[in-house]
């Protein structure tokens, strides 16, 4: 088994004022020749802008963009003319492809959004831009795993242009889980939104990130009321 821990602390941090922006892997002015990308997963921000700001109109291309709003709401335009909210419990993905320009704003005056924005490597180049956004029911996590994004347009969830899985979970203090890859190949990033959990002699806590890699099974205990994002993707160099 490989693995690599990733620490809240040690995440790259950039205070713009406006916005407050924490980055688990290398991104804009952070950089660590250490922390590049797991596999295809490239980005993970966990971003909190103020109330009546946000990001003006920024282009991208050829990259997998999911958004997941902790808590607040997010106001989303592009140059398709799409304009859209984000709310809590809700995931937005966007396949830019050829190139997309959008913005993003937080959709109150007065309260703050938080959210998390993770990037994944295409699986082709320079495919039709795409947007969609599904919300989910927390119910439905609740001492589980509830997938909201898996790969292929066959997906009956969200789907992105690359061989990823997205899971979200709400699990109880005491309780205990297992993942294991997807598929041949993959690895899975767990990242601790909130909580406590162990994985054998590791704790983990709030904001913490495992990547596990070549492996078969791994065990989770929960000691503190925990919030999971886990994300599978293939091992890509």
Do not use: C
Not at 121 to 139: E, M, S, T
Not at 147 to 153: I, L, N, Q
Not at 197 to 207: P, Q, Y
């Amino acid at each position: 088994m490989k693995k690599v821990i990733h620490r809240a602390a040690d995440r790259g941090f950039a205070n713009h004022g406006w916005l407050k922006s924490y980055h688990t892997f290398s991104f804009a002015n952070y950089y660590n020749p250490d922390m590049i990308h797991f596999g295809a997963l490239r980005v993970l921000n966990d971003d909190s802008v103020k109330g009546g700001m946000g990001f003006g109109s920024h282009p991208h291309d050829n990259m997998e963009i999911v958004s997941i709003v902790l808590d607040g709401a997010l106001a989303h335009k592009d140059n398709t003319g799409r304009d859209k909210v984000i709310n809590k419990n809700e995931v937005q993905i966007m396949s830019a492809g050829t190139g997309i320009v959008h913005s993003e704003f937080n959709a109150s005056k007065t309260d703050d959004v938080n959210f998390l924005q993770i990037w994944v490597f295409p699986k082709h180049r320079n495919v039709a831009p795409r947007y969609d956004q599904q919300a989910f029911d927390p119910a439905d996590r609740h001492n589980k795993f509830q997938e909201v994004v898996s790969p292929g347009e066959e997906s009956s969830k969200l789907w992105l242009n690359q061989d990823a899985w997205f899971s979200l979970g709400n699990f109880d203090e005491g309780q205990q889980f297992a993942i294991k890859p997807k598929q041949a190949g993959q690895g899975s990033y767990l990242f601790l939104i909130s909580g406590e959990a162990t994985i054998g002699e590791d704790k983990l806590s709030a904001r913490d990130g495992i990547g596990i890699a070549d492996y078969d099974t791994l065990t989770i205990d929960v000691t503190k009321p925990a919030e999971f994002l886990l994300i599978d993707v293939p091992m890509i160099q």
